[in-house]
């Protein structure tokens, strides 16, 4: 049995934009004057008609599927098409060419306010939109407390929605979407407005949905949310599905992408092939030395194989690794104990204001935590070309057992501003020893003093 809910083929959209208002008179006119001409007269006729305008593709033969269960990332930059493709999902804006087959319920939480009558009442509003979505009157009445209680704006139900902030319109919007239970949720970044106490509600509902079985599309600027909320992640370019794959590698092509002064198509694609045919594989040990059990050891067989470089400007880190505070070097490491992690930097050219950092990552490319050589407030650092940095971090290994990433970057002033001169992500890989009956839970040691007696 299919169990694709979405199905996208080919879906193309374009706007017509002209020259200057009257050209939207004249084309049509030429247009009817070459339907009424033969042969070569009308040929001059239509090509006259086509320079008065000329076509914008927001999406650009755009193809996926979509599984039931499934949630989807969209990302991309300002005006790459992402909201012009949820509205063609959702069913709000029709293609230029292409088809989209929708299975089940569909909640959309697009533009702010879309499909609200300011002039309706809150509740008025509610009752309008579960109406749209296929709930009959018994039905909603069923739901309206939930819909009231997750919304959370007090006497303003009862008020024209034209008086709500913002925030207010997103609480109301979304509640009315996520507590009917829709079997596709699509969410713009509408959610961005809202309070982060009520961000986390959201977040967490949508999570819930997720485990129902919910199909989950979702657009965000946020690449963290992306890799925790999705399965799967899309990366659109003027209108175009660029690459698709696990969130993590999508998200790194789509960083490189923005930061890096170098990077073009054809090596993005590289490097994302690479991380999608890698295999972080851990040992089993039998390689080690220095070492076994609870102590901390090299194997060399641990080794980082989705690194993702970004272009050298003048600057290269190099050997990043990690080592004991003695200098003795490491990838398995005995959890609360303290290590350095240390690479070096070579520079071909004078630079100012350089700052060196490094960043924890998990597997599935969540951050844990960084930290940078100099704050934004210091002026970091002068080199001059043929001078090597030394670049020290030293630790405490709070992770919790488990395969752990380190990124490695290096920034300087430029006249634009402050700028990556080389960046390597995934620069280091390492692996946090398992210890028997350990009570912690989650991806982070907090060193908690546990106290548990029973009063008289």
């Known amino acids: 049995m299919d169990d694709t809910v979405i199905s996208v083929k080919n879906v193309s959209k374009a706007y017509r934009l002209w020259n200057d208002p009257a050209a939207r008179f004249k084309a049509p006119m030429w247009d009817v004057l070459g339907h009424c001409l033969p042969g070569r007269p009308a040929a001059r006729c239509f090509e006259k008609a086509a320079g008065y305008f000329r076509d914008f593709y927001a999406l650009k033969d755009v193809s996926f599927d979509v599984k039931k269960g499934e949630s989807v990332g969209i990302i991309g930059r300002n005006g790459s098409g992402k909201s012009t493709l949820l509205q063609i999902i959702a069913g709000t804006l029709q293609p230029t ?21 300011p002039e309706f009442t809150g509740r008025e509003n509610v009752y309008m939109n579960a109406a749209i979505l296929g ?21 303003f139900l009862d008020q024209p929605v034209k008086t709500y902030s913002s925030g207010m319109v997103v609480r109301l919007a979304f509640a009315v979407q996520v507590v009917i239970e829709p079997d596709i949720l699509i969410v713009d970044e509408a959610l961005s407005v809202g309070d982060e106490a009520f961000q986390r509600k959201c977040y967490d509902r949508m999570e819930r949905l997720k485990t129902r079985g919910t199909t989950l599309i979702f657009v965000s600027h946020s690449a963290g949310l992306v890799v925790q909320l999705c399965d799967r992640a899309m990366l659109l370019h003027q209108g175009a599905k660029f690459i698709e794959g696990q969130p993590k590698n999508v998200v790194t092509i789509y960083h490189k992408w ?14 994302f092939n690479v991380l999608e045919n890698a295999t972080e594989g851990v040992d089993s040990g039998t390689d ?13 067989g641990l080794a980082p194989h989705t690194v993702v470089e970004y272009s050298a400007q003048g600057a290269k880190i190099i050997d990043p690794h990690i080592e004991t505070l003695s200098g003795i070097r490491l990838n398995n490491l005995a959890r609360g104990a303290e ?18 950092g490094c960043l924890f990552k998990t597997t599935h490319g969540i951050e844990l935590g960084g930290i940078v050589s100099h704050s934004p407030r210091d002026c970091g650092l002068s080199v001059r070309a043929a001078q090597v940095l030394e670049v020290r971090f030293r630790f405490a290994c709070r992770m919790l057992p488990g395969v752990y990433f380190l990124n490695a970057g290096v920034v300087a002033r430029t006249e634009r501003g402050e700028e990556f001169m080389h960046r390597l992500v995934d620069a280091a890989i390492f692996r946090v020893l398992d210890e028997p009956d350990l009570p912690v839970t989650g991806t982070v040691d907090f060193m908690v003093d546990r106290s548990c007696r029973v009063l008289q």
């Open 339 to 356: 290590y350095v992690y240390a690479y070096s930097v070579a520079f071909t050219r004078t630079m100012s204001g350089v700052r060196c």
């Open 97 to 117: 060419g292409g088809t989209v087959e929708v299975r089940g319920r569909v909640a959309a939480l697009l533009e702010l306010g879309s499909g609200f009558n």
């Open 288 to 300: 080690q030395t220095g070492g076994n059990g609870m102590n901390e050891f090299l194997a060399p």
């Open 135 to 155: 709930l009959t009157r018994e039905e909603t009445d069923a739901r309206f407390d939930a819909i009231a209680s997750f919304a959370d704006i007090g006497q």
């Open 258 to 271: 923005l930061y890096s002064a170098g990077g073009v198509a054809a090596e993005l694609q590289r490097d």
